[in-house]
């Protein structure tokens, strides 16, 4: 495990290799319910068999931000209004030898413990407690993310949450165990006294630059200090009609895909200035195993509606390719602000392979979702 320095130093970098690491650590068959197998299990969803274990009462009422039974049972208890001895679910700990926590499951079929469940377990190594975390609903178990806490004189002094489905074992596509596009990371720093004041809690969004296989910081929240509100612009809406026209005249039938790039870029870069705009490279298939179904390459622009919804803007490039093609995917949505999305797709696997490709169809479209 990493030291206390290298795991919470907030930067890209770090976060970036902390979540190469553990999607290394879940790459794998198999489902964190086999960690579990050989600790001691406690039901504590029955209050009449937890009055047995006073010390885990104690733990269950000394808890405030999962560091004391983790994050997934303080949801559950958080998240219940009914309380979490609810006759609904059922809840179990799991304890080594030395009483030390080691999981945490919530299911909704005791008699088939492999279904419908969420599951946390827990990794020390000295004053750090790691975390997995997993649920499975009817197709498999998916991963959803990890957490670290360091602790001192026995309180906690820092956690570290990354939040996202990274799919899993067992699970078909969509499900796929995969690099999540984007993630949520919650670090709070506390006093590292019993009361567990907060000193720092940030929240910080990140997106994976899919070129790089790393993420970059998209936004960073101050929860303690929140921002004062932004004086939200006037609405700036484009039905793209127009742009539309422009960008249908200048793609041909016999355009190609460098052609094609060059002149949606090109016919985008004359719209009005848009703070809502949102562009969108995709490349697959709408049926992603359905051989039916041809691989389209596609670039589009997205503006509001007055009634919050989107007018879509889209080239679509579409091909019949073989099974070399099989795994051909790219997803990159883009806001203002971000780094250029036309470099993007241009040093793009997909674009590369696809590049000399014979293309069946060229079209313009739009919608109003």
């Not at 999607?23 to 937890?50: E, P, T």
């Not at 609903?137 to 004189?153: A, S």
Request: contains cysteine; aromatic residues 14%; glycine residues 4%.
């Amino acid at each position: 495990m990493k030291t206390t320095e290298k795991i919470f130093n907030i930067t890209p970098e770090n976060l970036t290799e902390l979540i190469l690491e553990y999607y290394s650590s879940i790459n794998h068959d198999g489902s964190l319910l086999d960690d579990l197998k050989r600790y001691d299990k406690y039901c504590v969803s029955d209050i009449n068999k937890l009055s047995e274990y006073p010390f885990i009462s104690e733990l269950i009422d000394n808890d405030k931000y999962g560091e004391r039974i983790g994050s997934e049972f303080r949801n559950s208890i958080d998240s219940d209004k009914m309380g979490y001895r609810c006759s609904a679910k059922h809840i179990y700990l799991y304890f080594d030898k030395d009483m030390k926590l080691r999981g945490y499951m919530e299911c909704s079929y005791p008699d088939k413990l492999d279904r419908m469940y969420d599951v946390e377990v827990f990794e020390y190594n000295d004053d750090i407690r790691y975390s997995k975390r997993a649920r499975c609903i009817t197709c498999g178990e998916e991963n959803h993310g990890f957490t670290y806490y360091r602790y001192m004189n026995g309180n906690v002094a820092e956690i570290l949450r990354f939040i996202r489905n990274f799919g899993g074992y067992g699970n078909a596509s969509p499900f796929d165990l995969a690099l999540p596009l984007d993630l949520k990371v919650h670090h709070i720093v506390f006093d590292g006294s019993s009361s567990c004041t907060i000193l720092k809690d940030d929240l910080y969004y990140l997106k994976l630059i899919v070129q790089k296989n790393r993420y970059k910081i998209r936004e960073q929240y101050d929860l303690l200090n929140p921002a004062p509100a932004k004086e939200v612009p006037k609405r700036v809406i484009d039905t793209q009609k127009r742009l539309t026209k422009k960008l249908d005249k200048r793609i041909l039938p016999d355009t190609t895909l460098e052609q094609a790039v060059d002149i949606f870029f090109d016919v985008v870069s004359e719209a009005k200035y848009n703070e809502e705009e949102m562009l969108l490279y995709e490349v697959g298939r709408y049926e992603e195993h359905d051989t039916l179904f041809p691989y389209y390459f596609s670039l589009v622009r997205q503006t509001p509606t007055k009634h919050d919804e989107y007018y879509h803007m889209q080239l679509k490039i579409t091909y019949e390719l073989g099974e070399k093609n099989e795994n051909l995917r790219e997803c990159e949505w883009h806001e203002i602000g971000d780094d250029d999305l036309r470099e993007y797709v241009l040093n793009s696997y997909a674009y590369k392979e696809l590049k000399d490709e014979p293309i069946k169809k060229i079209e313009v479209t739009l919608d109003e979702t």
